[in-house]
Nanobody, 118 residues
Framework: QVQLVESGGGLVQFGGSLRLSCAAS????????VAWYRQAPGKERELVAS??????????EFVEGRFTISRDNPRNTNNRVYLQMNSLKPEDTAVYYC?????????WGQGTQVTVSS
């Protein structure tokens, strides 16, 4: 059973930065896609950013160049995916989840809370 564990969330002021980390119990290169989603109170879970095994990235429109998804170097420790978030806004407040797809199986982490104060 694959496990995903997010970390790095917290409280940050408007315009600040956070770096989220998602640690997988296996190499992230075993996954077809890894992604970050978020869910704000009363809203549906939405895609923030994704990366394919080949390194192709995709971002939601609201990211507007502020966030960057990345992963560990395959030559080193290769089980983490990151989300660097800059220029944070109050509307970025949400629980952020890591998602990984392996074949037809989808795995989710437990989420990490990000709160941006105005």
């Amino acid at each position: 059973q694959v496990q995903l564990v997010e970390s790095g969330g917290g409280l940050v002021q408007f315009g600040g930065s956070l770096r989220l980390s998602c640690a997988a119990s296996t190499s992230i290169f075993n996954f077809k896609v890894v992604a970050w989603y978020r869910q704000a109170p009363g809203k549906e879970r939405e895609l923030v950013a994704s990366m394919t095994a080949g390194g192709v990235t995709n971002y939601a429109e609201f990211v507007e160049g502020r966030f960057t998804i990345s992963r560990d170097n395959p030559r080193n420790t290769n089980n983490r995916v990151y989300l660097q978030m800059n220029s944070l806004k109050p509307e970025d407040t949400a629980v952020y989840y890591c998602k990984a797809v392996q074949g037809v199986i989808v795995y989710w982490g437990q989420g990490t809370q990000v709160t941006v104060s105005s």
